[in-house]
C-alpha cells in the first residue's frame, strides 16, 4: 500500500537549518506531485511547497520562497524539503502527501508529520 513516511524534524536554533525527508513505498515518484505542507496550533494547513515529478516543477509558498528548497532522489524514492534561515514562525507540523496528476491535484497520500521547533 501506498505510504510516505516523513523524518527529520527536531528542534532548531533561529537562523538555522532542517532537512526533512519525505520517503515513498508502495509507489515510484515519477508520476506523482509530492507536497509539503505545515499546521501550526490554531492556524490553517499550509502547503508549503510541492515538485511536480513529471515537469519538474516548484512551488513555494511566499512565506518560506528563497529559505526552502524541495528536492529529490529518484535512487531512495524520497522527496526532502531543505529548510534554511529557520524563524519561529516556521514551528509546526510537517506533513508531505502524494498528488496523483500535478502540483493542483488533490493530495490523496498523507505521512504522520514530523515536528520542527524554532526556538533560541
Known amino acids: 500500500q501506498v505510504q510516505l513516511v516523513e523524518a527529520g524534524g527536531g528542534l532548531v536554533q533561529p537562523g538555522g537549518s532542517l532537512r526533512l525527508s519525505c520517503a515513498a513505498s508502495?509507489?515510484?515518484?515519477?508520476?506523482?506531485?509530492i507536497g509539503w505542507f505545515r499546521q501550526a496550533p490554531g492556524k490553517e494547513r499550509e502547503r508549503v511547497s510541492c515538485?511536480?515529478?513529471?515537469?519538474?516543477?516548484?512551488y513555494y509558498a511566499d512565506s518560506v520562497k528563497d529559505r526552502f528548497t524541495i528536492f529529490r532522489d529518484n535512487a531512495k524514492n524520497t522527496v526532502y524539503l531543505q529548510m534554511s534561515r529557520l524563524k519561529p514562525e516556521d514551528t509546526a507540523l510537517y506533513s508531505c502527501?502524494?498528488?496523483?496528476?500535478?502540483?493542483?491535484?488533490?493530495?490523496?497520500?498523507w505521512g504522520q508529520g514530523t515536528q520542527v521547533t524554532v526556538s533560541s
Open positions: 502527501a502524494a498528488s496523483g496528476s500535478d502540483c493542483r491535484g488533490k493530495f490523496g497520500s
Open positions: 508502495g509507489f515510484t515518484l515519477d508520476y506523482y506531485a
Open positions: 515538485l511536480s515529478t513529471r515537469d519538474g516543477n516548484t
